[in-house]
């Protein structure tokens, strides 16, 4: 599985979409170098792809293998006996049902190897959306499930089932919020409000660099000097 690479634009290591032949970053919605990581458009389709395959091919081999089996065992049965039919089919039969049985486990694990990698892809860029920062209406920070559809081209029950699990799963880095229109954020308390928002200080505040700027800036060491984007 691909690693996310690293946007030149935000800095970030996020997944890429890709909208026609272009592809986007999905945290800042910079453009993108095509096949730079892993895409929420591909994630898991050659693993979904090979699972179809290995189940179809195990399937044909049971069949035909079954049949053959069969075919040969009642052909011997009748013209010599019991035990030279069972001689001669048995172990075609074993054979093609080994074969069978192997394939179609095999496309069971990459089927579910598809879907794991599709849904670490999912919540990567879900979570890089959620921690953008300030979107929509009044700098809101977080995504809601509309605008994390339209962006990943997925549905929007997808993004919302997805965005809920991140939520219930994991709620010391992904927070609900709920606006007074009723709409539902999805907020990355990586990225929240209150940390990476640079202080306004008016004309009557004292300059920077006073002792009163020195006082606040030790009481938050931590707080990063960079204001969110617009």
Known sequence: ?????????????VPIVY???????????ALRTPLAGPSVNLAGKPSKLGAAVASTAGWLVLLFGGSLALGLGTLFGAIFSVGVALALSLPIAVV?????????????RLRQSG???ERVTREQALLAMAAAGPAGRGGR?????PAAARALGISVEEADAVLTALAKSDPDRMAVDLDDQGMVWYRS??????????????ASAPAPGTAAEEQEDDARPDEFARSPRQ
């Open 19 to 29: 909208r026609g032949v272009f592809a986007f970053c999905t945290s800042c919605g």
């Open 1 to 13: 599985m691909l690693l996310p690479s690293t946007c030149h634009h935000c800095g970030r290591e």
């Open 96 to 108: 093609s049902g080994g074969v069978g049985f192997a394939l179609l486990r095999g496309g069971r």
């Open 115 to 117: 879907a794991d990698a």
């Open 141 to 145: 920070y977080g995504v809601t499930a």
């Open 189 to 202: 308390l990586e990225s929240s409000p209150t940390r990476g928002r640079r202080v306004r200080v008016d």
